[in-house]
């Protein structure tokens, strides 16, 4: 299991998936889909506090992020925290792209889960969910 999930998260993995999930939506590609993506989950934000959210350096994020501009599915403009610096945010197109992956996400884990034996891929679910809350809590402690 170790195993799967190292592959899962590995980049080429993600880009496969981002590939397919990125066809056919107007300027979205598997280098842009995380910077995207990860700014529909944080709402506006600037591109520092994205880059740190989406794991990513912030020069590739703020490169992305100005081909996403340049498509017209996010803009640029003043934080109201610090007037130094920008904020990000989806513009209308960009949350329209952004239900399009989702929806393309969606058809693709339910097909992919549609040769399942019923009821298997619903335990698959609830111990996935169950899994990526561990991940997500902070250091308890625990030692592996």
Do not use: H, N
């Not at 979205?28 to 529909?40: E, I, M």
């Not at 081909?67 to 949350?95: F, K, N």
Request: a negative charge.
């Amino acid at each position: 299991m170790a195993a799967a999930i190292g592959a899962l998260a590995q980049r080429a993995t993600r880009a496969g998936l981002y590939d397919k999930l990125t066809s056919g939506v107007e300027g979205v590609d598997a280098t842009t889909y995380p910077v995207l993506s990860g700014l529909a989950r944080c709402g506006p934000v600037t591109a520092t506090r994205l880059a740190e959210a989406i794991g990513m350096d912030r020069t590739v994020t703020t490169r992305y992020a100005t081909r996403l501009q340049e498509a017209g599915l996010i803009v640029r403009r003043p934080d109201p925290s610090d007037a130094r610096a920008t904020q990000l945010a989806l513009t209308e197109d960009g949350e329209q792209a952004v239900l399009a992956l989702r929806g393309a996400m969606e058809s693709f884990v339910a097909e992919e889960l549609s040769t399942w034996p019923p009821g298997e891929a619903a335990a698959f679910a609830t111990r996935l969910e169950r899994l990526t809350d561990a991940i997500a809590r902070p250091d308890t402690g625990r030692t592996p």
